[in-house]
């Protein structure tokens, strides 16, 4: 299954900037500072506290402008174990596999 897949299945939630679950993601009245959206699971993984930063730290960054504000290092969201698929691959592909000190050639016609 492909990780787009699982995160659109994932059920997201509005939090609050007093650090409670207000409702449903992507619910929120105000347009143009929309309150902070997590999973559910990670949602109630975090203390009310956290929760609260992470909502105010969305609120106040908005504010200056910024469309995407980063989530604070507790809430952050994780797909794989390294990242959103940048991963190295543990099996090379290509002629790479056994010429790594070669370039790959592109012939036009």
Do not use: H
Not at 39 to 46: D, E, I, M, T, V
Not at 83 to 95: V, Y
């Amino acid at each position: 299954m492909g990780e787009l897949k699982k995160w659109r299945d994932q059920e997201w939630v509005r939090i609050g900037t007093d650090g409670e679950i207000k409702g449903d993601g992507g619910t929120s009245k105000d347009k143009k500072n929309p309150d902070r959206c997590l999973p559910r699971s990670k949602a109630q993984s975090l203390s009310k506290s956290e929760r609260a930063s992470t909502a105010k730290k969305k609120k106040r960054e908005g504010k200056k402008g910024k469309t995407v504000v980063k989530n604070t290092k507790q809430a952050e969201v994780k797909f794989r174990e390294c990242g959103l698929g940048r991963c190295k691959r543990s099996i090379a592909r290509g002629c790479g596999a056994f010429m790594n000190n070669r370039r790959k050639k592109t012939l036009y016609t």
